[in-house]
């Protein structure tokens, strides 16, 4: 069974992170054999996302299994930008993982750890320069919803994340599923 690991932090966005988790939880719920766990993961075990709300998360960093896949949410990232731990476990899943993900800015998590180098990426419309100025070898697209280059994806902010999850999806198990799941959740698709 695949291990779909969904990083929050202290001030994560919630739909970046709930979003993408109930589209790969509807989705493994549509099968009659689950093709993937998915799981949130952070330094404690809880954390405070953006907007007051608490999350408990499924595991930490310390004791989380192997990821296929590592999503980094966004949301206020300044202070997840200084934290070495995060940075470490980030540095230390993708390098394992087949798929390294992020929706709004976690892309500049994925950058300072040094898991987005030189690749085609998108962030928030809001934080498009700031990551361009942050990380000048990326190329940095805009007006576009996800990018995946190789086995990087990143989305654009907040909802973008449930389209690129729902890519993911397609990619993982195939097109039936992605329009099985996005039909369930009452989602228009953006593809």
């Not at 939880?25 to 799981?39: E, F, K, N, Y």
């Not at 980030?90 to 300072?112: D, I, M, P, Q």
């Not at 190329?139 to 902010?157: F, H, P, Y």
Request: include cysteine.
């Amino acid at each position: 069974m695949l291990q779909i690991g969904i990083v929050i932090y202290d001030d994560a966005e919630v739909l970046d992170f709930a979003g993408p988790f109930e589209v790969f939880a509807t989705a493994a719920r549509l099968c009659d054999s689950p093709p993937w766990q998915v799981s949130l993961i952070s330094e404690n075990p809880e954390v405070m996302a953006r907007g007051g709300l608490p999350v408990k998360s499924h595991f930490t960093f310390a004791d989380h299994p192997p990821l296929d896949v590592l999503l980094v949410s966004g949301g206020v990232h300044t202070a997840a930008m200084k934290n070495s731990v995060l940075l470490t476990a980030l540095r230390e899943a993708g390098h394992g993982a087949r798929w390294v993900t992020s929706v709004c800015t976690g892309a500049f998590l994925l950058a300072e750890a040094g898991l987005l180098t030189d690749q085609r990426v998108t962030t928030h419309w809001e934080d498009i320069a700031d990551l361009r100025h942050g990380f000048p070898a990326l190329d940095v697209q805009e007006k576009i919803r996800w990018v995946e280059d190789g086995n990087r994806l990143t989305s654009a902010g907040i909802s973008a994340g449930i389209d690129m999850s729902l890519h993911l999806v397609e990619r993982l198990h195939g097109r039936e599923l992605a329009d099985k799941t996005a039909r369930q959740m009452d989602y228009a698709w953006q593809r």
